[in-house]
Nanobody, 125 residues
Framework: QVQLVESGGGSVQPGGSLRLSCEASGWTSSSNYGCMAWFRQRPGKEREGIASIYYVSGNTQYDDSVKGRFTISRDKAKKVVYLQMGALKPEDTAMYYC????????????????WGQGTQVTVSS
C-alpha cells in the first residue's frame, strides 16, 4: 500500500524559506520513468504542478512561477522527495501536495495515482 506523508509546512514572512518533505512508503519505481512531484493549490485556484523529479535520473522540471526560487530533490534510499522553497512570496500561499506516478513526469494532476494529504504553507507579513 502506497502512502505519502508530507511535512514541513508552516507560516513564514515574505522572503523567507521553508523545506517540505514527503516520504513515499510502499512505492517502488520499477522503471526509469518513475516521477515524484510537488503540486500546490492556492485559494480559489486549481491544483497546479510546480516541480517534478525523475526518481532514477534525478532530472528536474519547474513551473516558471517557482523557477530559481524552489529546488526539488530526492533521497532514493529513504524514498523521500524534498522541496526547498526560498524567496517566498505571499502568492506562494497554498496547500502543497506531493504525488508519485510510474510513467513519466507531467504537470497534469489527473495523471498521478498517489497523493499525500497536503501541508499548508502561508506566506504573510
Amino acid at each position: 500500500q502506497v502512502q505519502l506523508v508530507e511535512s514541513g509546512g508552516g507560516s513564514v514572512q515574505p522572503g523567507g524559506s521553508l523545506r517540505l518533505s514527503c516520504e513515499a512508503s510502499g512505492w517502488t519505481s520499477s522503471s526509469n520513468y518513475g516521477c515524484m512531484a510537488w503540486f500546490r493549490q492556492r485559494p480559489g485556484k486549481e491544483r497546479e504542478g510546480i516541480a517534478s523529479i525523475y526518481y532514477v535520473s534525478g532530472n528536474t522540471q519547474y513551473d516558471d512561477s517557482v523557477k530559481g526560487r524552489f529546488t526539488i530533490s530526492r533521497d532514493k534510499a529513504k524514498k523521500v522527495v524534498y522541496l526547498q522553497m526560498g524567496a517566498l512570496k505571499p502568492e506562494d500561499t497554498a496547500m502543497y501536495y506531493c504525488a508519485v506516478r510510474e510513467w513519466g513526469c507531467t504537470v497534469d494532476p489527473s495523471h498521478f495515482t498517489y497523493w499525500g494529504q497536503g501541508t499548508q504553507v502561508t506566506v504573510s507579513s
